[in-house]
């Protein structure tokens, strides 16, 4: 290992220590008539704080506009978890799902719904392009040095729901076993987190997937998070709502 290399590493193991400390430190507790309540929006600063200097990935850190960390309400009742800021999107505005079609559907697909407390972020936080400057998918590594990004967002904002949009964030976190199902969709529950299946907005933006099927699909997940407080709910129970198929097999979005 090169003497640069070696430095490198010790950079990134002293901000992943940052990140730590600042979401330790942004743990603001006050006692509101005996009960004890933790400011959720100050750890979600903090962290957005300690990601903005993050260089974990080299092609990334040269391609990128800035870092988008998740944006949202904490505590959240649904969060949103697509793939990577887009380079019309979330890579010019600072915020995921922002300035393009993408986004513009995914935020009136949620008004529509009448979602309210909704976290949005991605797998991961920088806008990955090719050697054409057009949007690519993130590499498994890219995915992997984001992870700890997006758990740390998930802990904190702490969802009743999280909605994967995509079938790369619903491999990322229900894992590769689980078969990516949005049209049959059934909540999984992994390592305490109730993971749900959706597109992705860029699937119904270029033709894949109707888009008045879609918002039925996001009036199905506004309906999922009432269910969810009902006695009896078991993970796992498919809903009973079919939808029509998509024009052509899905892909990684």
């Known amino acids: 290992m090169s003497f640069q290399e070696d430095r490198d590493d010790q950079i990134n193991e002293r901000r992943a220590r940052l990140i730590e400390a600042a979401a330790r430190d942004a743990l603001v507790s006050m006692s509101v008539k005996g009960i004890e309540t933790v400011t959720a929006a100050g750890r979600l600063r903090a962290l957005r704080t300690a990601m903005l200097g993050c260089r974990r990935c080299e092609a990334l850190v040269k391609c990128r506009s800035q870092?988008?960390?998740?944006?949202?309400?904490?505590?959240?009742?649904?969060?949103?978890?697509?793939?990577?800021?887009?380079?019309?999107?979330?890579?010019?505005?600072?915020?995921?799902?922002?300035?393009?079609?993408?986004?513009?559907?995914?935020?009136?697909?949620?008004?529509?719904?009448?979602?309210?407390?909704v976290f949005i972020t991605n797998v991961v936080r920088c806008n990955p392009r090719d050697a054409r400057g057009r949007n690519r998918d993130p590499s498994a590594r890219e995915i992997a040095n984001c992870r700890d990004h997006l758990a740390a967002e998930l802990a904190v904002a702490r969802p009743d729901v999280v909605a994967c949009l995509g079938?790369?964030?619903?491999r990322e976190l229900a894992g590769r076993a689980a078969p990516f199902l949005p049209l049959h969709p059934t909540v999984l529950n992994r390592d305490g987190i109730l993971l749900y299946p959706m597109y992705h907005p860029a699937y119904i933006v270029r033709g894949a997937y109707p888009e008045p099927a879609y918002a039925r699909d996001f009036m199905r997940l506004k309906r999922l998070t009432h269910r969810l407080a009902e006695p009896g709910w078991r993970t796992g129970a498919p809903l009973a709502e079919q939808y029509p198929a998509p024009v052509q097999p899905h892909t990684d979005l």
């Open 67 to 117: 870092v988008v960390p998740g944006h949202g309400a904490a505590p959240a009742k649904v969060a949103l978890v697509g793939l990577a800021p887009g380079r019309l999107g979330g890579d010019r505005t600072g915020i995921p799902f922002s300035g393009d079609r993408s986004g513009i559907l995914l935020r009136l697909m949620i008004a529509r719904a009448g979602l309210r407390r």
């Open 167 to 170: 079938a790369v964030a619903w």
